[in-house]
Each structure stands twice: as C-alpha cells, then as structure tokens.
C-alpha cells in the first residue's frame, strides 16, 4: 500500500520568504509527527497531531513555525519569515494512533535550503 | 540537553563479521525504545524494538539488547551484510502522552565487501 508522501522533495528559498511543506499519512493512520534533520544532528521532534488537534507543539522552535491538519488526513508545516536555520529535512511520520507500541512510519522527507 | 546519545558517529566492519551500535539515554521514564535505519534520501525505516519489560529482543539478524540499570541499549547485526550500510538512529519513547520519539543522532555504519 501507499506509505507517507511528502512534498516538494526538496525546497529552496530566500531568506524571508514563507514556505509551506505538505505530508500525507498512510490511510487510516490518526497520529501524525513532524520532525526536523539538521546537518549533523538526530531527529528533532517538531509537532504531534491525533487527529485535527494537535495536543504537543512543544518542538515548534518558534511562533514562525505553524501546522494544521485538516480532515484527520493531510497536513502541512508552515515556516514563516525562513531563516537560514531553518534548513534542514523535514519528515513527516504518521501511525495507526497514538501509541509507543504503534510504529511510526517515515515520508521520504523535504529539503530544506533558506539561502 | 541530550536525552540519547549515540557517542559513535560511524562505524565500519567486515561483511560476515557483528556490527555493535550503542545508545545511552538519560530519562529513566522511557519505557519503549526503538530503532530505525535509513539510507540517503529515505526516511527512516522501522528495524526493531524493545520494552522495557525486557532485556532482548531478536528479529533474525538483528538483536537489540537493553540494560536498563546503565541506560545503555544496543543493536546487533551477525552477520553484517553490505545491504546494512546505512545509518542507524536510536530512539526513546514514554508510552504515555504524546509517543514522540526522542532520537540520537545516529551512527553511520559501513559495511565492507
């Protein structure tokens, strides 16, 4: 079956500019995860989606950052104002719900560049 | 503040021959803890877990040991392969409140012909 697609696959922009990056999960899956990959660095967890509401936002480094999810389905991360610390990958993963014991399955990622 | 470490950035070995990749942690309070390879331009794939309930856990080539007294897991692969070449991130979880990963920052593991 169709695993998490993410687009663009790679993203390169101004400093400044907004840019939005999209995730679809695996069908039926209703937890949904943003990470961030930093040169250099592990999987930053970013944001938690179970369902349209996101209870742990914890990861957002800043209010530049945002993300919805709409219809228990797609979703997508906004970085507003890019700064040249914004670059990264940014993987979307989803699972069946909410739960240690349920696998997270990884998108492909996008690459980030902010010049 | 680093809550997984994994202390080798890469590691190279002889196809045929164990691969060892460590990971420590810090937060007592993981209880799920995982790991996943992934090969350039590919998200991170799920390879095997462990409980903390248990101290091993095994999926054909691959074992993942835990020590939960040092805070120290580890990951096995006999015999390595050159297929394994990739890198090898370690993750923690708390099976409670939101079930994000908390990651390493990976080991690259080569594996020689």
């Known amino acids: 079956g169709a695993g998490v697609s993410q687009s663009p696959s790679n993203k390169v922009t101004e400093k400044g500019k907004d840019v939005e990056l999209r995730c679809d999960p695996i069908s039926g899956h209703t937890a949904l995860y943003w990470y961030r990959q930093s040169l250099g660095q592990g999987l930053e967890f970013l944001i938690y989606f179970q369902g349209n509401s996101a209870p742990d936002k914890s990861g957002l480094p800043s209010d530049r950052f945002s993300a919805e999810r709409t219809g228990g389905s797609v979703s997508t991360l906004t970085i507003q104002r890019t700064q040249q610390e914004d670059s990264a990958v940014y993987l979307c993963?989803?699972?069946?719900?909410?739960?240690?014991?349920?696998?997270?399955?990884f998108g492909p990622g996008t690459r980030l560049t902010v010049l | 503040d680093q809550q997984v470490k994994q202390n080798s950035p890469s590691l190279s070995v002889q196809e045929g021959r164990i691969s060892i990749l460590n990971c420590d942690y810090t937060?007592?309070?993981?209880?799920?803890f995982l790991w996943y390879k992934k090969y350039p331009a590919e998200g991170p794939t799920f390879l095997i877990s462990?409980?903390?309930?248990?101290d091993k856990n095994e999926d054909g080539r691959f074992t993942v040991f835990l020590n939960k007294s040092a805070k120290h897991l580890s990951l096995h692969i006999v015999p390595s392969q050159p297929g394994d070449s990739a890198v090898y991130f370690c993750?923690?979880?708390?099976?409670?409140?939101?079930?994000?990963?908390?990651f390493g920052t990976g080991t690259r593991l080569k594996v020689l012909a």
């Open positions: 462990i409980s903390s309930i248990k």
């Open positions: 937060n007592s309070m993981f209880d799920y």
């Open positions: 993963a989803s699972s069946f719900r909410g739960s240690s014991y349920n696998e997270q399955f």
């Open positions: 993750a923690a979880s708390k099976d409670s409140g939101t079930y994000k990963y908390i």
